[in-house]
């Protein structure tokens, strides 16, 4: 990077305007609208997802992605919410997925055209949802963290799209 270090002070400037309703807010930037709508404790204590609605392009951030991402995180960071997780995808589902034609995340590659984007979004959204309820169910039954790791069978709908051959289709 660059040759010595830097002369300045270290830190970070305060937000001068925060997105914080967690049904949506619009900015427009540079004269381009974007609509975000704020998803904290789902892949991270402060996350956000956004569209651009003059180019029907959705930015899912790491709240949707072509894999399962860890619920329980390994590293140390916060535990995500399954159910928040399922929720705030919902709503983008209900926000923009009548218009949207390419998806994009911060890690995965692009889908493009609606329906296939709705398909991929409501196959997240439930199973993030259906990993929380069931965990909280055998939870509620007594079992151990462990136990249920290894109790936990997706249905036939979602293990259909969650293997290896069905990831690399879409």
């Known amino acids: ?9 270290p830190g970070i400037l305060d937000g001068t305007d925060v997105i914080k309703k967690l049904d949506g807010e619009s ?28 180019f029907k392009a959705f930015c899912q951030a790491e709240d949707i992605s072509h894999t399962l991402h860890n619920l329980y995180t390994l590293r140390g960071a916060k535990v995500r919410n399954g159910q928040k997780w399922s929720e705030y995808i919902d709503l983008a589902i209900q926000k923009w997925g009548g218009d949207v034609e390419v998806s994009f995340g911060s890690h995965h590659w692009p889908t493009w055209g609606k329906d296939t984007i709705n398909a991929y979004w409501k196959s997240q959204r439930d199973l993030y949802r259906f990993i929380h309820d069931q965990t909280l169910r055998l939870a509620n039954n007594g079992y151990t963290p462990l136990e249920i790791a290894n ?8 293990i259909s799209i969650f293997t290896i051959g069905a990831i690399t289709d879409r």
Do not use: H, N
């Not at 990077?1 to 002070?9: A, E």
């Open 27 to 54: 900015r427009v930037i540079d004269g381009v609208t974007v609509e975000f709508i704020y998803t904290p404790e789902s892949e991270a204590p402060a996350e956000m997802m956004f569209y651009f609605p003059q």
């Open 1 to 9: 990077m660059g040759q010595t270090t830097s002369t300045g002070l």
């Open 151 to 158: 109790m936990i069978k997706l249905p036939e709908s979602l």
